[in-house]
């Protein structure tokens, strides 16, 4: 097994990526950070690639960053810039994320913590097995939710949700947060992968960019006023309508036969 941060395999349309530090439960070191910057990049800029995965190898997802990385520590023995690092890393990686040009699927393997736990919640569906767990674990060593979570919970659960798992940092089991619609689905840990590549194919043969823009429509709705939301779906829809996908869907349709996607 290699010991690079970021394993990445493909399956036809499908590209995994594995976060692979798993003595530290896969937590982000500035190493993985960059490995895993330009393993996105070269997913969105990979016309071959129609849907992506991300996962964690051995018992963990994620525990957020690495507390005893270099990038924690000051030159002058001071407090670390904790601002900086949420700056220079986690953001762009949330915005990766949210700019994907197909669709991002976590397979949440294990215990997702702080920032590894925001950073599964930003991928476009979460499906977890049912001895994984989300741990707001911020509030623990005085920080607060980063890597998008103030943004993501009180969208996904509503704000006496959001609050209540930020402020105690208690464990949420992945069937609980499924019942409470924080991610998509729980499975036994026996069916995760069957279940995720499964899922990954059915999106990798669906019209990339609709689906892409469906996520970006979704995400700018929500600071919307209603009628600017409905005049921002006229114009993507507009948008796609001169684009391939929606002639070869239509066309496809009418003809009875399995449509050919290829925008992205
Ligand atoms: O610069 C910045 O800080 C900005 C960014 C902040 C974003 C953040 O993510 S802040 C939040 C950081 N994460 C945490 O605070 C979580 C810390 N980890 C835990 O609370 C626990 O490990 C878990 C609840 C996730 C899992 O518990 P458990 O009992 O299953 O495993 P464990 O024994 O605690 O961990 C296994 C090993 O992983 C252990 O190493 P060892 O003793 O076997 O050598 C542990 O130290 C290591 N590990 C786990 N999390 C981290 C870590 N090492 C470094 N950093 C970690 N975050």
């Known amino acids: 097994m290699s010991d690079a941060p970021i394993l990445v395999s493909t399956d036809g349309p499908v590209r995994t990526l594995t976060l692979n530090r798993p003595a530290a439960l896969n937590s982000f070191t500035g190493a993985m950070h960059a490995a895993l910057r330009s393993a996105l990049a070269a997913a969105a800029q990979d016309t071959a690639v129609r849907c992506l995965v ?57 215990v997702a913590a702080g920032a590894g736990a925001n950073f599964a919640l930003g991928c476009d569906m979460v499906v977890a097995a049912r001895s994984a767990s989300f741990i707001q674990a911020f509030s623990k060593i005085g920080l607060i939710p980063d890597c998008g979570g103030t943004w993501l919970l009180p969208r996904a659960v509503g704000r006496a949700r959001a609050i209540g798992l930020a402020m105690t940092g208690d464990k949420l089991g992945a069937e609980e947060a499924e019942r409470i619609g924080l991610i998509w689905r729980c499975v036994d840990d026996a069916a995760l992968a069957e279940t995720t590549l499964a899922l990954a194919r059915k999106l990798a043969a669906m019209p990339s960019r609709a689906l892409s823009q469906t996520r970006r429509a979704i995400d700018a709705a929500s600071t919307m006023a209603y009628a600017d939301a409905l005049g921002h779906e006229a114009q993507l829809q507009g948008e796609l309508a001169r684009a391939g996908d929606f002639a070869e869907g239509v066309a496809a349709f009418l003809a009875k036969r399995p449509a050919a996607f290829s925008d992205r």
Do not use: H, W
């Not at 963990?60 to 690092?85: I, K, T, Y």
């Open 54 to 110: 991300i996962t964690g190898a051995g018992r963990g997802f994620c525990a957020g960053q690495d507390l005893n990385d270099p990038e924690m520590q000051s030159a002058d023995g001071g407090p670390p810039d904790v601002g900086g690092v949420v700056e220079r890393l986690y953001k762009p990686l949330a915005l990766s994320l949210a700019d994907m040009p197909v669709p991002v699927i976590a397979m949440v393997n294990g």
